[in-house]
Nanobody, 132 residues
């Protein structure tokens, strides 16, 4: 059971990147999936998540209108499309879920309009650097 994030890189302000979160050993669409980020010297924060029931999405205020989370069930992958990137988006980005066989880190919670969603199954991070 594993999660793997990819797609990070160096991009100029105003540019775009698409991050991918691929799962092995389980079906991503059976679980809520979250994207978190951690900037240097800061705590890890929840950026976005997508429900496994009805596809409801959530975004933190700072990325609303710029980031889009989506699923491709055929590819067992969740994406985070990031547009209009800003220097303050620079961080290591992680995808996460709550899988009983992959409890490999701290539990962080994203509070949505449907209630809090815990995440404790983490993939390795991918670095996004927004700089001119």
């Amino acid at each position: 059971v594993q999660l793997q994030a990819s797609g990070g890189g160096l991009v100029q302000p105003g540019g775009s990147l698409r991050l991918s979160c691929a799962a092995s050993g389980f079906a991503l669409n059976d679980y809520p999936i979250g994207w978190f980020r951690q900037a240097p010297g800061k705590e890890r924060e929840g950026v976005s998540c997508i429900s496994n029931t009805d596809g409801t999405t959530y975004y933190t205020d700072s990325v609303k209108g710029r980031f889009t989370i989506s699923r491709d069930n055929a590819k067992n992958t969740v994406y985070l499309q990031m547009n209009s990137l800003k220097p303050e988006d620079t961080a290591v980005y992680y995808c996460a879920t709550e899988h009983p066989d992959l409890n490999n880190g701290d539990t962080l919670v994203i509070v949505t309009t449907d209630g809090p969603i815990p995440f404790n199954s983490w993939g390795q991070g991918t670095l996004v650097t927004v700089s001119s």
